[in-house]
């Protein structure tokens, strides 16, 4: 049931990309910037919740929230997009330039101080808070 159930959110995501692309594109905006727009739209719900947890002081669920989201879009989503792919022909491509590559490490790198001590604080939290700024700004300026 629930790979019935995660069909229809690739299908659904692939009409509204091309519908978001194609104005990014009529605007003149990187067409990167649509992905992050469709990523920030499916991922709201859990990202609502992860904020409300967190203002609430409660930051074991906060955190669930986090690992849940990206389990499922690591071991759910990604598979299922690519299958997608596959059975309608659409080329895939899921690689890296090489500053994205070093903006990942340093957010692993910056989880695992993060998530692996007793606490957090809120400079680590503005540390990821600058790492995701600069991501944008390499999404909106290449």
Known sequence: MLGLTLLPIPLISESLAVLIEGSFVDLGLPEAL??????????????????????????????NILFGTALSTIALTVPAVVLLGLFTGHELILGLAAEDSILLALTLALCMLTFGGRSTDLLKG?????????????????
């Open 34 to 63: 649509a992905g992050v727009v469709i990523a920030m739209l499916v991922l709201s719900p859990e990202g609502i919740s992860g904020v409300r947890a967190a203002v609430a002081n409660r930051m074991q669920r906060s955190i």
């Open 126 to 142: 503005a540390v990821h808070l600058v790492l995701f700024g600069v991501f944008l700004l390499l999404v909106i300026v290449p």
